[in-house]
């Protein structure tokens, strides 16, 4: 007689949540969901303590998997905290004066910045009209040709005295533009040097002697004649100034007063006046109109080809006028520059030039005062970037500098720009995996980003979940503007939920799957032209969702069915099992069965890992052998040498296998080879097993066991297939309707097992045996046959021993 094993019923492999506990019918019954995110606690505590601390070092990395709405979350979050914070400054960079390669970073309060620019563009533009006007008044003319009037006057008294004195001594004096001559005069008449040659050698240094004389007087009168003529000018230029000063005094005095409460300010106002009094005469008519047909004429490459004005421009470098609150910044590509601004260079004629206005910003000068959200990838794919965020977080300054001359690739002069302060909060977003890697590796990142939300990427299956996922459908549906959902399409979200989980207690949080679900289930309802989505619309997207990846699979359930695989699933075979695996192709998994054969004989080898031993094993499956060979050794050599070779195999198999999950396969093909019991072909197991002979639970069994069932369908299904698993894994069972159907009909069969024991039985229908109080085993009973198998390769293996010892 077939003996009975525990199995589950139809009702433990799928738990469907019924649509009738709904108290709406469609979602658009329901109030949208406004909160930031469901199902996250932990996270959203962290985040909310993370915000909140002002301390330096306390950054925000948000862990967990792609999917579970982190950057999304991030962003709606922080920006309802920052719509109620302070806006930040104004930030602009200005001329330096003393040192122009350093500009000087200038901040106002938010609004303030632009109206700086635009005060300054109109103060130029009315220094520009003015000052050419105030020097083309005719006080100015007037003064000025008083002033020159004056100098002349002066300039004719000395040099009528010089005229005077010579003539005492007989000289005409001549002045041309090459110097002062003077001409000896003999009897009123100037010689010519015709008739200064015939003269005497006494008359000659008579004259020579005088002449001298007169030199030395002369170079006095030149002093006197430069000192007055400096005068002059100083009088002339002090005029120039106190016209100016005349025409732009009003202007500044005004700015002064509008900027009073900023020291920066004030003193760049006095630096730009007194850079107008220097260089008067480049906003004088002629002088400009003289410089505009120079330029027409001749290249020029920086300042020559610059107005004289352009001095006094101001850089607006961040504008937080039309901000609400503290800025948020979320972006996807921090390069370099983007992350820590550059400056820009021109090109003009085959020469390239820059200033400070071509200084631009970066992420960082844009959420200054606020927060910056980053994916932990993006930034880490830009090296130069990481480094740079880092150097910010730690100084606590932002400093633009070209990346080249960072890297000293160049050797070019360029600007300087003075740091600028920074407070900002950043808030990263990345995989557990990569924030294990950085702590692991950098040193630094530990320090600077203390706070870290861990997103789930499941929670609870509980009522009141479930209505926050309802409202989250409704507001999908009034966001994208989708179809409503009925309460049996809510109901059948709720289900694949939990499949996505693999957790019938669970539901998923990675609600990127569930809204491409969404979208689709309405488009589909929409092709049927429904007014609403329905149960049956899910699943039509269900089903194409898979329909569209599942070519793979298919096409692997075809080798299997027709043989090219093989793979029994009937009948009986010593040594032969079939194993499950699954094969994961990124968007979609699926189950598929492996044949495992073992062959059993003396030895000392122990277990053989035939993978293992061509190194297509990897480490976890690796593991999972050798503990085979300790649940032997403990179990059954205890009183007998373990003299033993076993070799395993997974058939057909070309590629790598890795983790433990068919541990506990393998190990019931090694009984049977011992036990010369077959197995039954119409079972498949999955399951890992410890070296107690404990099973232990694996990933992926949804996929195992319809992936074993499908083929069984093909083949046609007995009554007598059926999977084994791990009982841990009962939890994780949501299997397809049509599964659930059959165990329901009692055509398929799923198997918890918590031993190796029981499995055995499962599959040979041969009872196990339990030890004696004699310590053996009862004769024709599983273990009882495989230990008398073992104990006697043992006394084989002694008696040739002992043979050979005999011989020598």
């Known amino acids: 007689m077939e003996r009975k094993f525990y199995e589950l019923s139809s009702a433990q492999l799928l738990q469907e949540w019924n649509a009738e506990d709904f108290d709406f019918e469609t979602t658009d019954d329901l109030e949208p969901f406004s909160d930031d995110i469901i199902g996250q606690e932990r996270a959203v505590k962290a985040m909310e303590f993370g915000v909140k601390i002002k301390v330096r ?229 002629d002088r400009a109109n003289e410089e505009q047909q120079h330029v027409l004429l001749l290249s020029s490459l920086t300042e020559d080809s610059a107005g004289p004005e352009d001095k006094y421009e101001v850089n607006l470098l961040v504008d937080n006028s039309e901000l609400q609150g503290a800025p948020v910044i979320v972006d996807f590509n921090p390069t370099y520059y983007n992350l820590v601004g550059k400056v820009e260079y021109e090109s003009e004629r085959g020469s390239m030039f820059t200033d400070y206005t071509m200084v631009k910003p970066g992420l960082l000068h844009q959420a200054n005062g606020g927060y910056l959200i980053l994916q932990v990838d993006d930034i880490l794919r830009n090296i130069h970037s990481w480094e740079a965020l880092k150097r910010v977080l730690r100084t606590k300054k932002i400093t633009i500098e070209n990346l080249q001359e960072q890297l000293g690739l160049v050797a070019v002069s360029t600007l300087r720009p003075e740091p600028i302060p920074v407070d900002i909060k950043v808030i990263l977003v990345g995989s557990t995996h990569v924030y294990h890697l950085l702590l692991q590796y950098d040193e630094e990142f530990k320090k600077l980003f203390k706070i870290k939300a861990d997103f789930d990427e499941e929670m609870d299956k509980n009522r009141e979940n479930i209505i926050k996922f309802a409202r989250f459908i409704a507001s999908f549906c009034k966001r994208e503007g989708a179809l409503p959902f009925d309460k049996t399409a809510v109901a059948k979200i709720i289900d694949y939920s939990s499949r996505l989980i693999d957790d019938k207690n669970k539901l998923t949080t990675r609600f990127n799957d569930i809204v491409e679900l969404l979208a689709e289930a309405s488009a589909w309802a929409e092709i049927d032209g429904r007014q609403y989505v329905s149960a049956g619309s899910v699943n039509k997207a269900i089903e194409e969702k898979e329909y569209r990846s599942n070519k793979y699979d298919k096409k692997l359930l075809k080798l299997l069915e027709e043989g090219t695989i093989m793979i029994d699933t009937t009948g009986k075979v010593v040594g032969q099992i079939n194993g499950l695996s699954v094969l994961d192709l990124g968007d979609y998994s699926f189950g598929k069965p492996s044949r495992i054969t073992a062959n059993t004989y003396i030895g000392k080898s122990g277990i053989v890992n035939i993978e293992r031993e061509i190194e297509m094993s990897g480490t976890s499956h690796s593991k999972g052998v050798l503990i085979l060979s300790g649940y032997i050794g403990q179990k059954y050599a205890q009183d007998i040498p373990l003299a033993l070779t076993a070799s395993l195999c997974f058939e057909q198999l070309y590629g790598g296998v890795d983790g433990d999950s068919a541990s506990s396969t393998e190990l019931y093909a090694i009984l049977s080879s011992l036990s010369k019991l077959p197995i039954k072909q119409g079972i498949a197991v999955t399951g890992s097993v410890n070296q107690k002979g404990e099973i232990q639970p694996i990933g992926g069994v949804n996929q195992k066991i319809e992936g074993f069932f499908e083929l069984c369908k093909r083949r046609g299904l007995t009554g007598d297939q059926g999977v084994i698993i791990p009982h841990q894994n009962v939890k994780n069972l949501v299997l397809k309707k049509e599964v659930v159907e059959a165990v329901k009909a009692g055509e398929f069969h799923v198997y918890p097992v918590k031993t190796i024991d029981e499995g055995i039985e499962i599959l040979t229908g041969v009872e196990v045996g339990k030890k004696g109080e004699d310590g053996l085993y009862p004769e024709g009973s599983i273990n009882g046959r495989v230990y008398q198998k073992l104990k006697s390769f043992a006394e084989r293996v002694a008696g040739k021993e002992k043979g050979k010892t005999g011989d020598k």
Not at 92 to 104: A, G, L, M, S, W
Not at 163 to 187: Q, R
């Open 57 to 285: 070092g306390y950054n925000i990395y948000m862990s967990g998997l792609t999917g579970t709405g982190k950057t999304s979350y991030a962003e709606s979050y922080i920006k309802k905290l920052a719509a109620n914070e302070l806006i930040p400054d104004d930030w602009c960079y200005v001329y330096n004066f003393d040192k122009p390669t350093h500009p000087i970073v200038v901040n106002l309060p938010a609004g303030k910045g632009k109206a700086f620019k635009k005060d300054m563009e109109e103060f130029v533009d009315i220094i520009k009209n003015e000052i050419p006007k105030a020097f083309n008044s005719d006080d100015y003319e007037k003064e000025k040709k008083d002033i020159v009037s004056e100098f002349q006057n002066k300039r004719s008294i000395l040099l009528e005295q010089l005229s005077k004195d010579a003539e005492k001594e007989g000289f005409k004096v001549k002045i041309t533009n090459a110097g002062v001559y003077f001409l000896p005069i003999i009897d009123g008449k100037s010689l010519t040097e015709e008739e200064y040659a015939e003269l005497a050698e006494t008359e000659k240094a008579t004259i020579r002697r005088k002449s001298e004389q007169l030199q030395i007087e002369t170079l006095d009168i030149i002093r006197k004649i430069k000192e007055v003529e400096k005068e002059a000018e100083e009088k002339i230029n002090e005029w120039k100034h106190k016209i100016a000063l005349f025409a732009v005094g009003m202007h500044m005095n005004d700015l002064r007063e509008t900027y009073n409460d900023y020291d920066k300010v004030l003193t760049y106002l006095d630096k730009v006046k007194a850079d107008i009094l220097e260089n008067l005469d480049d906003f004088m008519e």
